[in-house]
């Protein structure tokens, strides 16, 4: 039986919560969120710090992988490769997130992120699939 959204809104993931990563849509390999970009997230020449995008791509494919894991089941990031298309200076960021092939211990996944709507970021991962020992 797959794990299901939505999760707590704080406190699931204390870093997603720090940077203002939030999201609207986790079910069945997918997933959708969104980040505000503020001024505590810009780098050294007022630009969003890559860091951030990587991250949400990050969060975003946790959270599809997530949603269709069996119950004592969790997952890992092993490698993400990311593509940053365009420079981001304000606005909203949403990140949609699929699992493209799901195996017993490894996972692939595809992000986009868009800032207003425009693709400013790609991101290729793969995740470690695991049970839990408790």
Do not use: W
């Not at 939505?6 to 959708?32: C, K, M, T, W, Y």
């Amino acid at each position: 039986m797959a794990k299901k959204f939505p999760l707590p809104a704080h406190g699931f993931n204390p870093f997603a919560d720090l940077i203002g990563v939030q999201f609207s849509r986790a079910e069945s390999g997918a997933s959708e969120c969104a980040l505000n970009v503020r001024a505590d997230l810009l780098n050294p020449n007022h630009l969003l710090h890559g860091g951030v995008m990587y991250s949400m791509a990050d969060t975003g494919m946790g959270g599809a992988l997530f949603s269709c894991l069996d119950e004592g089941e969790n997952c890992a990031t092993v490698e993400i490769k990311m593509n940053y298309l365009k420079p981001v200076k304000d606005g909203a960021l949403t990140c949609a997130t699929r699992v493209i092939q799901r195996g017993k211990t490894l996972a692939t996944l595809e992000s986009e992120i868009r800032n207003n709507e425009q693709l400013v970021a790609i991101a290729l991962g793969t995740y470690a699939i695991f049970k839990l020992n408790r």
